[in-house]
């Protein structure tokens, strides 16, 4: 592979608070090709969005980054200023929130924003940002692209408004999106669209795209690779068909046997109905009680003395990287 | 339906709607010269419910499925139709009893618990109100025995909500609308708040309650790898209508209703089998305006003038219901 677009290294993000110091992204490592698509999973609390702010700059004080760093096609962006943060922002990082209405202005209509958008990072004349924002907009399949162009956001439905969002993340041609639970709050029909539009534009534009969400199903149709972030660390991070279907993790394995699936069509009779679903005993540490060692431990059906004693990096497991005691041996 | 010999079913509506006034406010009214607006949410909706089963509604938001909850359990009244509770009226005098054997589970647990109340008094309010019992020794041991029984220690009594995680709090609303001792219980949206590893764990949490307590569930949901873990029936709304009502392992293996295939598909593919899915095309119209004839005719592939202009009625078709001309005409195989 040629340079990474995207590197992340050792990445800390800490909230000072009057009881203490709180870990919420704890040393995460990875990167991101060109083109590629990275599926960052985990349950709320995870750090998973807290990650993807990091990366956009756009972390919430008191929440800092603590440590580590963040190099966007070689450049550290972590330690840049805010104004110098702001034009990279739009320009080469494009971001795409959960819920479309927060992201938009709704004072002004839909063009106005394109059209400030792609004038501010681009050098065009307004007419020529009009058309592109017009293209932009029938590209992510706004029908009649150019009568929708001077409507309010709330003039359109969820689904229209998160394609809205969507090009305007596409406006300046950023070599990577960040994409936040892009199609959590829409109705299923919806996320479909949406899914299958992410992927192709970025297929056709050939931008990066770090995808957080909480749905392996989402992952499943749109990564290429994926990392499973379990209480601020990575605890398994590999190619999606690895991953969803030889989880080496036992928190990645508890995981998706967790994940409801339509039962086997062909399964006749009631025996099909009631088959537990796997499950993973307790629930995800807080902050304030991040157990020592292996944050999973407590949870954990495999955990051995070394687990609650010395924390694991993610070492390789085939074509994975695993952060688990259990490999320890394998790869030493 | 098939089993008349087994006596009254435990819930059934009839015909069952309600209309919500979407008006402007009365003077923009006056001055503007615009029509007062009323938005059915739920539209003519029938089904039973036979005692110990679990019925699944399902649709997208805006469908109806909470209005639907929220009108059996009274907490809206029926615009129109009848809801009966073992063949007694829920609207008529003789129903007063009745409403306290059947409780309701909601969907956010943050929400849902008053965050000044100790868990004790939270799951105890039931208890008190209907006066199951007064003696304050018994009541304590009542609601200890129920947090055990939803996987919480009696030890929990003396904490706030605000103490416990999402997954526990469910639990916790879980225990209140158990400690009534009912046989139903409206579930809405149970765990489309939660984390998937403790979905798990509330999903199981409820089918072996179900098991041990012989309680019906009414489980309003959009997720429908969820439902197809759950439940017995399904019943599938589209614009406050029944568009399908089957028994899951038929709704599952042979969807019937275009709006149906269309959910299924629309469901990723954790498999990564790479079949290719039938692009899901346009939104849920407005509910204000829906579409003359099938109101899912703008994007059904079957469509033709009779759906866009005659409204189809629900008519069995094989073991299921099924509301749509194709299938009925045998214009779709199935």
């Known amino acids: ?332 | 339906m098939q089993n008349a010999a087994n006596s009254v079913p435990l819930l059934r509506l009839t015909e069952v709607s309600r209309d919500f006034d979407v008006s402007r406010p009365w003077l923009n009214r006056v001055l503007e010269g615009t029509p007062q607006q009323w938005l059915r949410a739920v539209d003519a909706m029938s089904f039973e419910l036979r005692r110990g089963e679990t019925l699944a509604l399902v649709g997208e938001s805006g469908c109806g499925k909470s209005t639907v909850a929220r009108l059996i359990v009274g907490l809206y009244e029926p615009t129109g139709g009848r809801i009966e509770f073992e063949g007694i009226d829920l609207a008529s005098a003789d129903a007063s009893g009745l409403r306290r054997r059947m409780q309701m589970i909601f969907q956010d647990p943050y929400a849902s618990l008053n965050p000044r109340w100790r868990v004790m008094d939270i799951v105890a309010e039931p208890i008190r109100v209907l006066r199951l019992t007064k003696s304050p020794a018994e009541i304590a041991d009542r609601v200890g025995e129920l947090l055990v029984q939803v996987g919480l220690s009696p030890e929990d009594r003396e904490k706030y909500p605000h103490e416990f995680s999402g997954g526990q709090r469910q639990r916790i609303s879980i225990a209140r609308a158990l400690s009534g001792s009912p046989e139903f219980l409206v579930c809405d949206e149970p765990t489309s708040a939660l984390d998937v590893s403790v979905q798990a764990q509330i999903l199981n949490l409820m089918s072996a309650l179900q098991e041990k307590l012989g309680l019906t569930y009414l489980f309003i949901s959009h997720n429908l790898a969820v439902v197809s873990h759950v439940a017995d029936r399904v019943g599938v709304m589209y614009l406050g209508r029944l568009a399908e009502l089957s028994d899951a392992d038929e709704l599952f293996a042979r969807p019937k209703h275009p709006y149906t295939r269309m959910l299924l598909d629309a469901i990723p593919d954790l498999q990564m089998s790479g079949k290719a899915r039938t692009p899901v095309a346009g939104e849920v119209p407005n509910p204000l305006k829906p579409p003359p004839g099938c109101a899912f005719n703008p994007r059904c592939p079957h469509a033709n003038e009779r759906c866009r202009s005659e409204r189809p009625a629900v008519l069995p078709h094989g073991t299921s219901l099924v509301a749509c001309h194709a299938v009925q005409e045998g214009r779709i195989r199935v």
């Open chain 1, 1 to 332: 592979m040629s340079e990474p677009l995207l590197e992340v290294k050792d990445l800390r993000v800490e909230f000072p608070t009057r009881r203490g110091t709180l870990t919420a992204v704890d040393g995460i490592s990875f990167s991101l090709a060109p083109g590629e698509v990275l599926g960052v999973v985990g349950e709320s609390g995870a750090g998973k969005s807290l990650t993807g702010m990091a990366i956009i700059g756009l972390l919430e004080p008191p929440g800092r980054i603590a440590g580590g760093e963040i190099r966007l096609e070689g450049q550290r962006i972590d330690t840049l200023p805010y104004e110098q943060m702001r034009r990279i922002r739009g320009r080469r990082i494009g971001a795409i929130f959960q819920d479309p209405l927060t992201s938009l202005n709704p004072l002004y209509t839909i063009g106005e924003q394109l059209v400030e958008t792609i004038l501010t990072h681009l050098d065009v004349s307004p007419a020529q940002a009009r058309s592109r924002a017009i293209a932009l907009l029938s590209e992510v399949g706004i029908p009649a692209a150019e009568s929708r162009f001077d409507h309010y956001p709330h003039q359109f439905s969820g689904g229209m408004r998160q394609r809205v969002v969507i090009a305007l993340a596409l406006c300046a041609e950023p070599r990577l999106i960040v994409a936040d639970e892009p199609t959590t709050a829409l109705d299923v029909s919806i996320q479909a669209q949406i899914i299958t539009l992410l992927k192709r534009l970025a297929r056709d534009h050939g931008t990066a795209v770090l995808l957080i969400t909480h749905d392996m199903g989402v992952i499943a149709e749109t990564a290429d690779r994926v990392a499973v972030m379990y209480a601020g660390r990575i605890a398994e991070i590999g190619p999606v068909r690895e991953v969803i279907h030889a989880p080496r993790h036992p928190y990645s394995v508890g995981l998706m046997g967790s994940i409801p699936k339509i039962r086997e069509r062909t399964g006749e009779g009631a025996g099909a109905r009631r088959q537990h679903l796997v499950q993973i005993e307790g629930s995800m540490p807080r902050l304030t009680a991040i157990p020592p060692g292996c944050a999973f431990h407590p949870r954990c059906p495999k955990r051995f003395e070394r687990c609650d004693r010395e924390r694991p990096e993610p070492m390789a497991t085939g074509a994975n990287r695993t952060a688990c005691w259990l490999y320890a041996e394998r790869s030493e």
